[in-house]
């Protein structure tokens, strides 16, 4: 029986509900409804103490979180679309994010963000906020791109005593699957090298690893073998996998969904430079969304975001520096 990313959420959810008391989820139509996607969907009949409806009101969804973790409780909040978590900005960035450090008391919450962009969902619901949560000290950035990932990397953030922003790819909800759950999984901070390779390394995560995948084997019928790493887990950053990999390869590519300006491929290519220039046989390059909104038009999406045909455009380039 197969198993979509977006039932592997549902079902670490579940299991987290079952295993822990002090865990509860929250948000905007998540219990009789089953939340936007139906993350949620039943959990309610099981649950029904601990799966919540939110008032519309990202702010006080953040501020009720961060009240009830420092009082023991491990809660769950679900966003519709992460780009309305930027109404609980404040809360997230600073407090959830900077409590430990003020008074020495965790604040254990995790905060589910549907990321990324669909065909006709345009600039209020396919954001990608990874890079804007990463820039803030003591919050735990997650951008699962496999089922197994979703399922896994979602129980050990509720384990974790540090808030935690888990970026969820819309994309991925229903066009991904797997066979069956593995027993054990990374742990958070390792990245994974999805795929191995000699000529060229793509760093990458969430959706992008798949389009990275497809590039590669587009460029494995000229010859080259490209290694993609998955970096799973965006802040901590598994810099020491990345500059492995660069070694083996001498030449960078970075792919983000997200835009351009200060982003998570800006960070990997500055950690490469900085530590390991010499392993570079060419200038490392990056690749990401256009620096616009996001358009609502399906073909315009497409040409916004990287894609498999792009990523092998960039990557042939890289190949003849």
């Not at 690893?209 to 790493?229: K, T």
Request: proline fraction near 7%; aromatic fraction near 8%.
């Amino acid at each position: 029986m197969s198993l979509t990313y977006l039932e592997a959420i549902r079902e670490a959810q579940y299991e987290a509900l079952r295993r822990d008391p002090n865990v509860f989820l929250y948000g905007q139509d998540i219990g009789a409804f089953g939340g936007a996607f139906k993350a949620t969907k039943r959990l309610v009949d099981e649950f029904p103490k601990r799966v919540l409806d939110a008032p519309i009101s990202e702010d006080a969804m953040v501020g009720v979180a961060i009240g009830a973790a420092l009082e023991g409780a491990r809660p769950i909040i679900e966003m519709q679309f992460a780009d309305f978590s930027a109404c609980g900005f404040n809360q997230i960035v600073n407090h959830a994010g900077t409590h430990y450090w003020r008074t020495g008391v965790p604040c254990p919450i995790v905060i589910r963000l549907p990321s990324g962009g669909t065909a006709g969902s345009g600039p209020f619901h396919s954001q990608s906020m990874e890079s804007v949560y990463a820039h803030y000290p003591g919050l735990v950035i997650l951008t699962p791109a496999t089922v197994e990932d979703a399922y896994h990397m979602l129980l050990d953030a509720v384990a974790l005593d540090d808030p935690v922003i888990f970026c969820e790819h819309k994309f991925l909800y229903y066009h991904l699957k797997a066979d069956s759950l593995p027993d054990e999984a990374m742990p958070i901070g390792k990245a994974r090298i999805a795929r191995p390779g000699r000529h060229a390394t793509i760093v990458t995560y969430s959706a992008m690893v798949h389009e990275s995948i497809r590039a590669a084997e587009e460029l494995q019928h000229d010859g080259y073998q490209i290694e993609v790493v998955d970096l799973r887990s965006v802040k901590p950053m598994d810099t020491e996998t990345i500059l492995g990999s660069v070694a083996r390869t001498g030449r960078l590519l970075c792919v983000g969904e997200s835009f351009p300006w200060g982003g998570v491929c800006a960070e990997v290519i500055a950690r490469v430079v900085a530590d390991g220039f010499h392993l570079l046989d060419a200038p490392p390059q990056r690749l990401n969304s256009k620096d616009t909104p996001i358009p609502y038009h399906p073909n315009l999406w497409r040409a916004h975001r990287p894609t498999a045909l792009s990523i092998a455009a960039a990557l042939r380039k890289l190949l003849q520096d």
